[in-house]
């Protein structure tokens, strides 16, 4: 919120829209940072599964936590015909060595670790290097919420959806989907939108589906 405030009254104009709360308080100092790296970094700082959406059309910005629950549910046979799922471990980080900046004459230094994941897939190190962290708690926060996003498979998936029977403009980047009418373990499944390509010739809708990167 502050930083949007001081980015507009020096000429920015992306204003804020719908900011959750994270119930957390935790202190980090922002020095000649881009108000993009900002973001990033406070979506560092927020708890596993908050995404940042910034609306081109109006210049508003979300950040919100992923909802649990299915925002949409599309049913196979109505909405879309198949589903071809893909699941990935590129992306797998289960150990994160975290240095921070000076406290007590010595640099800050943590490391996170999944025991659950390294014994399904080894060890997948990841390093963190930050002088502006310099409490424990602000650590703790970025090393949990990354290795709680980052230690298990991803889904990924793309699928069409048709504007006959849902009003597709709906599907923004960030809200969730999920499935009904497969017979599987699919109709359990809740995805997240990360992209979306509008075919307005033929009235449908392309949603890349996983999980949005920092």
């Known amino acids: 919120h502050g930083i949007l405030l001081d980015y507009n009254s020096r000429g920015g104009l992306i204003t804020e829209r719908d900011f959750e ?5 935790l202190t980090y100092t922002f020095v000649v940072s881009f108000i993009y790296d900002a973001l990033k970094k406070i979506l560092e700082l927020c708890p596993t599964g908050y995404y940042a959406f910034i609306d081109l059309g109006t210049a508003e910005i979300d950040i919100k ?3 649990t629950n299915a925002d949409f549910t599309v049913v196979r046979g109505r909405h879309i015909n198949e589903l071809n799922l893909v699941l990935t471990i590129e992306q797998i980080k289960n150990y994160l060595l ?4 000076e406290t007590a004459g010595v640099n800050l230094y943590r490391d996170y670790a999944d025991n659950s994941s390294i014994s ?3 060890i997948r190190a990841a390093a963190k290097s930050d002088n502006r962290i310099t409490i424990g708690a ?10 709680e996003e980052n230690a298990d498979e991803v889904q990924q998936t793309s699928i069409i959806v048709k504007n006959d029977k849902i009003d597709i403009t709906q599907f923004t980047p960030g809200k969730t989907i999920g499935f009904k009418n497969f017979g599987n373990f699919i109709d359990d499944m809740v995805l997240q939108i990360v992209r979306r390509e509008p075919n307005f010739s033929d009235g449908t809708v392309t949603l890349t589906l996983g999980q949005l990167p920092v």
Do not use: C, K, V
């Open 21 to 25: 709360a994270t119930g957390l308080s």
């Open 98 to 101: 975290l240095s921070g900046g």
């Open 65 to 67: 936590q992923t909802s």
């Open 120 to 122: 399904n897939y080894g």
């Open 138 to 147: 602000t650590a703790d926060a970025i090393g949990e919420s990354f290795i």
